[in-house]
């Protein structure tokens, strides 16, 4: 099972509540691996031809989640060698779960309630937190959802307040402990792009 040595089998996949990060730091880890970076809600907002929130509001929840499940099993079938970030409620559905679970190496950024409503309290894009308490509704969201990402995930990281940059590299450090990435491999690609 394991993706050690040789040829990597298996994307990773960033899961964890909304401003988690892991877009930001999917990306990251994308260049530093250089690999190519998928945020599949930017590949379903593509698919739709609108904001997730338009689509939401529109056909609702269950309509959305359809629509995930399908962008998630695409990129999970077509996305060898990739970093892929997930939608915060992605792990809602336990097909989602044994997909990411089976097809990528799922690493769980773990940010507390209080730390992602300093993050998103000015946010205005995210659906389910366009609500009056949005801190309690994240403590709620953080309730549900905790147990499914730990079930789901093979690494998981306690993000905190470090930089960025420190949360890249603990989540690289990580992976290639377990064997899944070699960095060193990576930090010298085949084919360099002078232009990226």
């Known amino acids: 099972m394991s993706s050690s040595g040789g040829g990597i089998q298996r994307p990773i ?3 964890g509540m909304p401003g988690g ?16 970076f998928f945020d599949s809600d930017a590949v379903i907002e593509h698919k739709l031809g609108c904001r997730i929130r338009d689509f939401f ?3 609702g929840e269950e309509a959305f989640r359809d629509v995930e499940q399908q962008v998630l099993a695409d990129l999970l079938a077509t996305s060898r060698a990739a970093v892929i970030a997930t939608g915060g409620g992605a792990v809602l559905r336990p097909a989602n779960r044994m997909a990411l679970k089976a097809g990528a190496s799922v690493v769980y950024l773990r940010s507390s309630p209080d730390t992602l409503h300093r993050r998103l309290r000015h946010d205005t894009q995210r659906p389910l937190l366009q609500v009056s308490d949005p801190r309690a509704r994240l403590r709620e969201l953080f309730a549900q959802r905790d147990p499914l990402y730990l079930e789901t995930a093979h ?15 603990m989540v690289l450090m990580q992976l290639e402990m377990a064997g899944v990435i070699d960095i060193d491999a990576a930090a010298s690609p085949v084919d360099p ?3 990226s």
Request: hydrophobic share 40%.
């Open 13 to 15: 996949a960033l899961i």
């Open 21 to 36: 990060g892991k877009s930001s730091a999917g990306r990251q880890i994308a260049a530093r691996l250089h690999w190519p």
């Open 57 to 59: 509001e529109r056909e």
């Open 155 to 169: 690494h998981v990281i306690e993000t905190g307040r470090p930089p960025m940059s420190t949360l890249v590299a």
């Open 193 to 195: 792009n002078p232009g």
